[in-house]
């Protein structure tokens, strides 16, 4: 998808406005193309229908939507972790996280950069003046970055088109502005002022060229169901199959017995050794159907990134072939994991701007936030646990905790052993580990 930019310098104008959402609607094609792919309406579903005595199997596997749930899975199932040294904007963050469900909201828009190669990210203030954000897919939404080498967000447009015209927002870095559509085009109105310091869109990207993570293999999908459906079709054709009967003539009487008993008796006549009863058959291409298939199959794994986790493989593996296997999703993931991390850096930097969200004197510690992803694979408990263990002394309390995968917040866990330990009166030795008895 192009990146769209505009000249710093210029006004934003609502024929500015309208040139871009016409471009918006050039790629609205492609869009629509992902999301049924990924919805299971296939391209084989629309194709031309054959006559009406052939088999017509339209067979789907929609191999998109497994990439992208797996894939999903693997990089967001387990919610990242935000944390801060400083337990004030610790809490604060907490605060802002549960209030708009961020583990769903994040997941969903991780989701959405995946079917379509980029998402979008709204803040707005709700009726108690508490920011608030919402994912936004590009199908009615786009931004518009400058043309300086820093390339700004410059403004962002959400719109729809209704029966009286187009109807939406635009949003700049210092205002929301309501765009309607009247007799002499779009019309740009009722300007309220936001004090995020900056456009409240944010724009979360798959990958730099903001490509599907399936759009690299919708052609091998594609060829998949219609290898798939081939195949159906000729065991559809097996199964009726025409009966060939050569040196006799039938009465309808006889043809409509033979139909319904299924039975042929031939006698009477040293003619009857050279009458021929056989099924007409097409040329069998089984052993090339399934080699296609399988050789699709492994490609869309292969070309995709995305490990098949039903391969009966997986369950054998051992933990090193194990990270081999994975390693390529693995590299998938962390390029993700970085595009994420700037994403939020910037929601998170506007939301430290508003006092509300944050004292003045902190609100540049967006800056200190620290984000942990943890890949969502099978984890051996015990085995964690005696890498934490192992741990001890040679660093922090709280980077033994985050190995620790079924601990959400190492902080907030630190702060529930040290209110245990004072309720408990519980000990701590020259480590500063707790004990219980006579030390």
Not at 83 to 89: I, L, T
Not at 219 to 236: H, P
Not at 240 to 267: H, V
Not at 324 to 344: C, D, H, I, T, Y
């Amino acid at each position: 998808m192009p990146l769209f930019i505009h000249p710093a310098e210029q006004e934003i104008t609502a024929e500015v406005v309208n040139e871009f959402i016409k471009l918006h609607q050039a790629e609205l094609p492609r869009y629509n193309r992902l999301k049924n792919l990924y919805e299971n309406k296939a391209p084989i579903l629309n194709r031309e229908a054959k006559d009406s005595y052939k088999p017509d199997n339209r067979l789907v596997v929609n191999y998109a939507k497994y990439i992208t749930d797996i894939f999903n899975g693997y990089f967001i199932g387990i919610p990242i972790k935000v944390s801060h040294d400083d337990q004030s904007v610790n809490e604060r963050v907490d605060n802002f996280l549960k209030r708009n469900d961020m583990d769903d909201n994040q997941a969903e828009l991780s989701k959405i950069t995946s079917i379509y190669g980029h998402g979008f990210e709204l803040l707005y203030q709700n009726e108690l003046s508490e920011t608030c954000c919402t994912y936004n897919n590009p199908l009615d939404m786009f931004i518009v970055y400058d043309d300086t080498i820093a390339q700004k967000p410059l403004f962002a447009v959400r719109y729809q088109k209704t029966d009286n015209g187009i109807r939406g927002q635009l949003f700049t870095s210092a205002e929301e502005v309501t765009i309607s559509e009247g007799k002499d085009g779009l019309i740009l109105s009722d300007n309220k002022p936001h004090y995020y310091g900056d456009v409240p869109v944010i724009e979360y990207i798959e990958n730099e060229e903001r490509l599907s993570v399936f759009e690299s293999v919708e052609s091998l999908i594609n060829a998949y169901d219609k290898a798939i459906s081939e195949k159906a079709n000729d065991v559809d054709y097996f199964a009726d199959a025409y009966l060939k009967l050569l040196g006799m003539e039938l009465d309808e009487t006889t043809l409509n017995k033979i139909r319904d008993n299924r039975i042929i008796n031939l006698y009477g006549s040293d003619d009857v050794a050279k009458l021929i009863v056989e099924f007409m058959e097409k040329p069998n291409g089984d052993a090339s159907q399934e080699h296609l298939l399988d050789r699709l199959e492994r490609l869309i794994y292969q070309m995709s990134m995305v490990a098949n986790i039903n391969d009966e493989s997986f369950g054998n593996a051992s933990g090193v072939a194990l990270e081999f296997k994975l390693q390529p999703m693995k590299n998938l993931a962390s390029m993700k994991e970085r595009k994420f991390v700037s994403g939020m850096n910037r929601r998170n930097k506007m939301v430290f701007n508003l006092p509300t969200n944050m004292e003045a004197s902190k609100k540049d510690e967006w800056r200190n936030l620290n984000y942990s992803f943890v890949r969502n694979i099978p984890r051996n408990i015990a085995d964690e646990a005696n890498v934490a263990g192992s741990l001890e002394g040679v660093v922090s309390k709280e980077t033994q905790l985050s190995v620790l995968s079924f601990v959400d917040n190492p902080k907030q866990e630190l702060e529930r052993m040290r209110a245990e330990n004072e309720a408990n009166d519980y000990s701590t030795d020259e480590n500063g580990d707790f004990v219980t008895g006579d030390i």
